[in-house]
């Protein structure tokens, strides 16, 4: 693994950043104050080719790798963590589970405008008893003739109410042990029957979409299952160990703004006479996040890296997952600290950023969930 991005992924780095601090940065407060979601700048993203970096050209991507996306994802979620979320929802829950398990012509009709950035897509698996135990999903696909005719409930779902279409987990029969089989339809959002409410009043990443949806009697062809009926529960699984590594990613780029905006504020807040950075107290707090957000962004690093050498990669999408979002919530924490009072006003933006982060542990897999994937993989 080579230590040093490449001249692309440098590139990618300083365009991103670019468009973050001017396009996404100054609203990042006013769509939080008002969980208003960036379509427009959705759509200029779109024509930059983000949403389609870690996709090949011929279906409408950049060709880039996964660590070009992470770090994509990385400075999106410095600038605004709600809008980190949806772009990394998009790419990694919307398009990337139709560019892995997809026929070619699903890859043509649903991935293309989506890595053009003409579209967005969502992923429903999260329903309101089946969360961590997505095993236990409710949602029914039963084939009639040539459709699926679908029914359930889904909840928390990023991006739906903005999507073209869902992919919607659910059982469409038993297996020979007499346990559920899940499977994986992609389901549009304008098909009858399918009703997207978004109106959860979130405590972080207010800027990103969330949305529960009802689907009574929903009717898809049948040629709209996605990838092996027999396999959903896996392909899910594979697709949430790639969003794993977008989440830790997301999670650096939260901490890095909240870390980058403590040390400003040490170097400019003067008591005792002279500025709070010269206290060893506070230059250890920065030394320490300093050190924990260039280990956690290694470790995204090296999960993307294992995923673009198709080496298996579950376990440390895992590690990264866990451990940035656990230091990079301590870190925007001990930004607030830094900032004393200043710190829980919202003018400051660092209590902004401890809202956001804090979905980092919950999202695609809780911290348990994670140590129980850890654990499963060390053999236990
Ligand atoms: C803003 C937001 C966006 C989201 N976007 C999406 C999306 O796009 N698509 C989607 O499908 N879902 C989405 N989700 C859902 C998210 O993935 C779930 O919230 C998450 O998987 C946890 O499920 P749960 O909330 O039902 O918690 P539960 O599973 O009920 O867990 C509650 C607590 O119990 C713990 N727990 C559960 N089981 C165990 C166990 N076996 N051992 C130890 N502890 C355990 C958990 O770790 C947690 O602390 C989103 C959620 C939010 C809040």
């Known amino acids: ?12 780095k300083e365009m991103v950043r670019d468009f973050a601090e001017k396009e996404i940065k100054p609203h990042a407060a006013e769509w939080d104050e008002t969980a208003a979601f960036p379509i427009e700048t959705f759509k200029k993203m779109g024509e930059l080719g983000l949403l389609g970096i870690p996709f090949p050209e011929e279906y409408g991507g950049s060709g880039g790798d ?3 996306y992470a770090i994509a994802v990385e400075e999106i979620g410095r600038a605004c963590g709600g809008t ?61 003739g040539d459709e699926y005719v679908i029914n359930g409930e889904k909840c928390w779902i990023t991006n739906a109410g903005y999507a073209r279409q869902v992919i919607v987990t659910a ?63 896996k392909q899910f699984l594979y697709t949430l160990d790639g969003g794993r590594i977008s989440i830790a990613a997301l999670a650096v780029g939260i901490a890095q703004a909240a870390f980058e905006k403590a040390l400003q504020y040490s170097k400019e807040r003067m008591q005792f006479g002279q500025s709070i950075s010269k206290f060893q107290a506070i230059q250890f707090k920065l030394a320490d996040m300093a050190m924990q957000i260039e280990l956690a962004r290694n470790m995204v690093y090296k999960a993307a ?6 080496k298996p990669f579950t376990k440390e999408a895992s590690f990264a997952k866990l451990f940035a979002s656990e230091m990079g919530f301590q870190i925007c924490n001990q930004a607030i600290q830094i900032h004393g009072g200043y710190g829980y006003m919202k003018e400051y933006e ?19 969930v994670q140590r129980i994937v850890i654990a499963r993989q060390l053999g236990c």
């Not at 080579?2 to 001249?7: A, G, I, V």
């Not at 989506?114 to 967005?120: D, I, P, W």
């Not at 890296?305 to 198709?310: E, G, P």
């Open 171 to 233: 059982v469409t029969g038993k297996d020979e042990n007499g346990k559920n089989i899940i499977s994986a339809i992609i389901v549009p959002t304008d098909a009858p029957g399918f009703t997207i409410n978004c109106n959860y009043d979130k405590m972080g990443v207010r800027a990103s979409n969330t949305c529960e949806l009802v689907l009574e009697d929903v009717r898809v062809p049948k040629e709209n299952l996605l990838g092996d009926p027999k396999k959903g529960f």
């Open 305 to 310: 890296w294992l995923k673009d050498n198709n």
């Open 84 to 144: 980190g979320l949806s772009y990394a929802a998009a790419i990694s829950l919307g398009a990337s589970p139709i560019y892995y398990f997809g026929t070619e012509e699903q890859k043509q009709k649903w991935l293309v405008p989506m890595a053009k950035g003409e579209t967005l897509g969502a992923f429903g698996l999260t329903e309101p008893n089946a969360g961590s135990d997505a095993g236990g999903t409710r949602t029914r696909a039963v084939l009639d």
């Open 350 to 368: 660092v209590e902004r950023h401890l809202r956001d982060i804090k979905l980092m542990e919950i999202g695609e897999g809780t911290s348990e």
């Open 1 to 12: 693994m080579n230590f040093e991005l490449t001249k692309e992924q440098q590139m990618i």
């Open 66 to 68: 996964t660590i070009s």
